[in-house]
């Protein structure tokens, strides 16, 4: 596959905006050690989203994708919410699966790709709500980590059902109140960042992403693992604003909050995985 993936016209050069020149001048694609501090400069894989104004997971998207060691080789699996919302303005290969079956197509899909390109490595990285991997999907995302399927499931929390208008999911805490809850959440939130850990994921990490330099390394830690060794889980706090009668420029406010409680940063990594991120950070990739 070419890297070049945008290639003005040299007739054009001196009258096309300088966004695109951009796109040609600047891009990280072939530079694995791409990261968030490309952002201000490298937009080639996503520059718009049609997200709300100032959704904390339009920030965690620029942040993963910014992080992918290997975009022009990355699958993206998704599923309805939000998230999906997105995934029409990315540059990258995409799956929409139906809602719940994210695990289950993106370890076929992991697989189907082992054996078409032996000598390539593919990363196959599953990035869906909380309704999607803990509620609806638990079943195939559990499943998925029993087999020690070699992708990494991302999931982005919002403690709610957002994209249907709030209603409480296994991710709400005890007590929380939407529009369409409006009884209070009666259980507490599932901790599914453990659940991964005792289902054989082997590199586990729970934060917000408040800070996008630790969001790029958990990132980068969870994608070298899952490519040798087995499934790797990430667990991001990206509230949602609207649902929580926020303005669009408080949603790293609530993520600060939240990171001394609740999204307190947790990682943890299998022996096996030690090892992988040891030599990537001896060669400076992570
Ligand atoms: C099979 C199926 N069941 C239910 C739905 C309805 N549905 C669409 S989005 C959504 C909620 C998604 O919640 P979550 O995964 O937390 O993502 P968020 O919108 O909060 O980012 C649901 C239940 C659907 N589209 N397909
Ligand atoms: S409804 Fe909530 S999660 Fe969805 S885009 Fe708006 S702020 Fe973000
Ligand atoms: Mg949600």
């Known amino acids: 596959m070419s890297l070049k993936i945008y290639k003005v016209n ?11 020149l951009d796109l040609e001048e600047k891009a990280t694609w072939g530079n694995p050690k791409r990261g968030v501090m490309d952002l201000p400069y490298a937009k080639e894989l996503l520059e718009q989203h049609s997200l709300c104004a100032g959704c904390p997971e339009s920030a965690a998207f620029r942040y ?4 992918l060691p290997n975009p022009e080789d990355t699958i ?17 290969h995409t799956v929409h699966s139906l809602f719940g079956n994210q695990n289950s197509v993106a370890s076929a899909l992991k697989r189907v790709l082992e054996w078409r390109f032996p000598d390539k490595v593919k990363d196959v990285v599953v990035l869906a709500g909380d309704g999607a991997t803990v509620d609806i999907g638990l079943d195939m995302t559990l499943q998925s980590f029993f087999r020690q399927e070699k992708i990494t499931t991302i999931c982005f929390d919002n403690e709610v059902y957002a994209n249907t208008g709030g209603q409480d999911s296994g991710e709400t805490p005890k007590g929380m109140e939407f529009k369409m809850a409006p009884g209070g959440k009666q259980w507490d939130k599932v901790p599914m960042w453990q659940l991964a850990v005792d289902s054989g994921c082997h590199y586990v990490a ?10 790029e390394q958990v990132i980068k830690k969870a994608i070298y693992v899952a490519r040798e060794v087995g499934p790797t889980y990430v667990h991001l706090y990206t509230p949602c604003i609207l649902e929580l009668g926020l303005n669009s420029d408080q949603g ?5 909050q939240r990171d001394k409680e609740r999204f307190k940063f947790f990682e943890y990594m299998s022996e096996e995985a030690k090892k992988v991120i040891e030599e990537k950070k001896k060669e400076g990739l992570i």
């Open 10 to 20: 040299e007739e054009f050069r001196d009258i096309v905006p300088k966004e695109v």
């Open 64 to 67: 993963i994708l910014a992080s």
């Open 76 to 92: 993206i699996v998704n599923s309805t919410g939000c998230t999906s919302l997105v995934f029409p303005h990315i540059a990258l």
């Open 206 to 215: 729970k934060l917000s992403v408040s800070s996008p330099k630790r969001v």
């Open 252 to 256: 790293l406010w609530e993520m600060r």
